[in-house]
């Protein structure tokens, strides 16, 4: 039979507009989190970071905000353009049996049109 | 900075076969991590070494799957024998110690027919 695989949120933006991806993560102990952008054949390149106890971070055309309540965490990128068209990733460190790795969101597909 | 190099870029095997990739991680970089992403379910994290050593190799499927690190510059994940099910692009990363960010590769994309 036909095969399922995971449903890529999208979000169609046009060019020059404000995007805002969003993320869930699932464990409140996490200390770090990570935002990974993924082109096409390539893959995943770190964009922005933001540790537990800072609530907002910005760099160039993109902000991190961390919600901790509500366990949410959202990308946002200013005056899109269409090079930004791309997956999405956020990661969140975690600490399982003695051990730290990265977790990785199931990601969101911006499309960027000019 | 060449980057993580991995290689090949693409294999194309019949199951049954023996796989083999290959990593060279970021020059300094004390961590690699072995990754395999598929449409099904996304990034998973297959096994990481730190100074060569495997740390958590929770993440690897089954014994079917093996990887070694002879040294700190080259790093292999191996399957045999491969089946249908292992195709995917598999993502080799590095980062330096007391670092989160990783440096990911180019991936190996490969196909079992």
């Known amino acids: 039979g036909e095969s399922v695989g995971l449903h890529l949120p999208t979000l169609s933006v046009q060019e020059g507009d404000n995007s805002i991806i969003n993320c869930a993560y699932s464990?409140?102990?996490?200390?770090?989190f990570i935002w990974y952008k993924q082109e096409s054949g390539k893959g995943p390149q770190f964009i922005i970071d933001i540790r537990s106890n800072m609530d907002k971070r910005q760099g160039q055309r993109v902000t991190v905000l961390l919600n901790k309540t509500v366990k949410h965490l959202s990308l946002q990128i200013a005056a899109t353009q269409p090079g930004d068209s791309a997956v999405y990733f956020c990661a969140e460190n975690i600490w399982s049996t003695g051990f730290q790795k990265l977790v990785f969101g199931t990601g969101t597909r911006l499309l960027v049109s000019p | 900075d060449a980057g993580v190099i991995q290689s090949p870029r693409h294999e194309v095997t019949e199951m049954g076969q023996e796989v083999t990739l290959r990593c060279k991680p970021i020059s300094g970089h004390d961590y690699l991590f072995w990754y395999r992403q598929t449409m099904m379910r996304g990034l998973e994290l297959l096994i990481y070494f730190n100074n060569n050593v495997p740390i958590d190799d929770s993440g690897m499927p089954e014994d079917r799957f093996s990887a070694k690190m002879p040294n700190a510059s080259f790093s292999t994940l191996k399957i045999q024998p491969s089946e249908p099910r292992d195709s995917a692009v598999y993502f080799c990363?590095?980062?330096?110690?007391?670092?989160?960010?990783?440096?990911f590769g180019p991936g190996t994309r490969l196909t079992v027919t």
């Open positions: 990363a590095s980062t330096p110690g007391g670092n989160y960010e990783q440096y």
């Open positions: 464990n409140s102990a996490s200390d770090y």
